[in-house]
């Protein structure tokens, strides 16, 4: 299932990032890009909310869903949870998957290092891996 939820993965360009704020759940749509190893590569404003919470915790997840559907309930989506990490050295992945993206000072690349991820295939055929 790993392979097929990567290929998901690969489909889509932008995630709903989770992350604490002041420990209370908190949601941003954010672009991604994935690395070699299939992690998710996110480039975030240093100001950002969601931005400042990784700092404080590094605890997330990134909820992606199939862009091709207009009924998401009956279509694919996965939620990889995990902690998120600076790794600048990942930034021309992210610039190659979203070549209009600016490289501006105060815009870091973040990495999150997925240790589990929920799927769901459409109704009633869910897991994790």
């Excluded at 909310?49 to 909820?63: E, F, G, I, Q």
């Excluded at 694919?76 to 490289?103: I, K, Y």
């Excluded at 290092?113 to 109704?123: C, L, M, S």
Aim: net charge neutral.
């Amino acid at each position: 299932m790993k392979e097929t939820v990567q290929s998901w993965l690969r489909a889509a360009r932008f995630g709903a990032l989770g992350t604490l704020v002041d420990g209370v759940a908190f949601a941003t749509l954010v672009p991604y890009a994935l690395d070699a190893q299939g992690r998710p590569i996110l480039v975030l404003s240093d100001i950002a909310v969601h931005t400042k919470a990784l700092r404080d915790d590094a605890r997330c997840s990134l909820l992606v869903h199939d862009p091709a559907t207009d009924d998401p309930p009956q279509s694919w989506r996965a939620t990889l949870v995990g902690r998120a990490l600076v790794d600048d050295s990942a930034r021309a992945e992210f610039q190659a998957r979203h070549p209009n993206t600016p490289s501006l000072p105060g815009f870091h690349a973040w990495v999150i290092d997925v240790e589990r991820t929920r799927y769901i295939e459409g109704f009633g055929r869910a897991g994790w891996c």
